[in-house]
């Protein structure tokens, strides 16, 4: 829960509204300016955000008690719970500030056309996860406080990496003049028209994040007030739903929010169409099949990654309940990080707030109807048909305005895609059957071995059938270049 919190602005900052509004104008500047006031605009913008975010952070940690209130509504009066929860997320909090600066860095990286070390940082968050879980728990009264440690560790090899990625490109030169004279370049900072433009674009699509945030903190604020265990069955189905979101759907806008940048500067909607299309038809063919898979393996991959110690077979069977709600609306969740690059690459952010304010409403009704029948899983299956109905008014409205045109074939490829997904989903109903999950607990290698054999067959028997109907699957995969 203490994550949670800054984890929020993360999104909110970093990945969310940040990078909508940098990246569409710095390529901008890159294409019509050149490289050298690119890499100065960057660095003022960096310059900038750093302070801002300096501030935020010192705020939040003062008020973390009213912070962690709204989240948990004070844990029930569990006031130990809720005190520990409030020294962790003072903790962790700076944490905002460290990624945020990762994030403009692998903004910067991605529009010099770097995209590995950014792909790869993120690793390093997870390593000081397991690292710190192993080596400093032992030594902690109280071992929650590892992972705590590590959030931070982790923050600072990300950003260590990322210095070293722009300092190799030489996108680090004007930051040492800069630092000598840091009220002067302040002042330079605030009056530099294209960071005003930068601030003027991130208020709105600050807003279009916020909206997703809030829905999630209300859900949160929901789940706490359902079973115990509810907040943490959700959390666990939800890392799970993180990694094929990450993997496709963040890949992919990450490669496409550029891209579509500079094809939008060149003026050339042809080759923004094709992008948009491109990406389209990636999650069609990937997260089809693995919407299906995580919707039907829920239970095999639950089991293997967390049923253990005190992680019952309660939990076992919530968090697969809840994993099988988010499965629904995959291709949506993905759909969006495609989507919606299309409208961030014009600098035009009203329009995805608008409608994430349309699936906030929606999100919140749906709970009303389906939290009193299925409790906890119902805030997964909400999310989910939200998550759908976002992408489908993305898609409707870039098809309004001429941005998108489907490109010949989609009818083919949808029915070639179903059928090899319904004839996997088959194989992995039959596979599965005989198979208790819960039971294998006290053969933990068994159970892994069964659970990545089934996960392999699966993969190849769906791409086996969509190379029998005779799909290009090499040709699909590559993009569209942008002359």
Not at 53 to 58: E, G
Not at 221 to 247: C, K, N, Q, Y
Request: aromatic share 8%; net charge positive; charged share 15%.
């Amino acid at each position: 829960m203490a994550f949670r919190l800054p984890n929020l602005l993360r999104r909110l900052f970093a990945e969310g509204a940040f990078s909508q509004a940098f990246v569409p104008v710095l390529g901008q500047v890159k294409t019509q300016d050149g490289d050298d006031p690119a890499k100065l605009l960057a660095t003022r913008v960096g310059l900038g955000l750093f302070v801002i975010l300096a501030a935020i952070s010192l705020l939040a940690i003062l008020a973390a008690p009213a912070l962690v209130w709204l989240m948990t509504g004070g844990f029930s009066g569990d006031k130990a719970r809720f005190e520990l929860t409030v020294a962790l997320t003072q903790f962790m909090f700076p944490y905002i500030v460290l990624i945020s600066m990762v994030a403009l860095a692998s903004g910067v990286l991605n529009t010099w056309s770097e995209f590995k070390i950014p792909a790869f940082t993120p690793v390093l968050l997870n390593l000081s996860f397991i690292g710190c879980a192993l080596l400093l728990t032992p030594y902690l009264r109280e071992p929650i406080w590892a992972l705590a440690i590590a959030v931070i560790l982790g923050g600072l090899a990300q950003l260590a990496l990322q210095a070293w990625a722009l300092a190799r490109r030489g996108l680090l030169a004007e930051l040492p003049g800069m630092l000598r004279r840091p009220f002067k370049s302040l002042a330079d900072t605030w009056r530099d028209e294209r960071v005003r433009r930068i601030l003027t674009l991130m208020l709105p699509a600050s807003l279009a994040v916020s909206v997703a945030q809030v829905s999630l903190v209300i859900n949160t604020h929901i789940a706490s007030r359902l079973a115990e265990g509810s907040v943490s069955w959700l959390s666990f189905a939800d890392r799970l739903m993180e990694f094929p979101t990450a993997l496709l759907g963040v890949a992919l806008g990450t490669v496409l929010l550029p891209s579509l940048t500079k094809a939008h500067n060149l003026n050339d909607p042809t080759r923004v169409s094709k992008l948009i299309d491109w990406g389209l038809r990636l999650v069609v063919l990937l997260a089809l099949p693995a919407s299906v898979g995580l919707a039907l393996l829920a239970t095999g991959l639950t089991a293997g990654l967390f049923h253990y110690g005190a992680f019952d077979l309660e939990d076992l069977t919530m968090t697969a309940y809840a994993m099988q709600g988010y499965a629904i609306g995959l291709l949506g969740l993905i759909a969006v990080k495609v989507l919606a690059p299309g409208f961030y690459a014009q600098q035009d952010i009203k329009t995805p707030v608008k409608i994430a304010l349309a699936t906030l409403v929606l999100t919140q009704l749906l709970n009303l109807g389906l939290v009193p029948l299925m409790g906890h899983a119902g805030l997964a299956v909400a999310t989910s048909l939200a998550a759908c109905f976002n992408a489908g008014l993305l898609l409707v409205r870039l098809r309004q305005r001429g941005t998108y045109q489907p490109e010949p074939g989609w009818g083919k490829l949808l029915l070639k895609c179903v059928l090899a997904a319904i004839l996997m989903a088959a194989l992995l109903v039959w596979l599965t059957q005989p198979i208790n999950w819960g039971a294998e607990q006290a053969r933990p290698f068994l159970r892994l071995g069964m659970l990545f054999g089934l996960i392999a067959l699966a993969t190849l028997s769906y791409f086996a059938v969509l190379r029998l109907l005779g799909m290009p699957l090499r040709s699909m995969i590559r993009p569209p270049s942008v002359n």
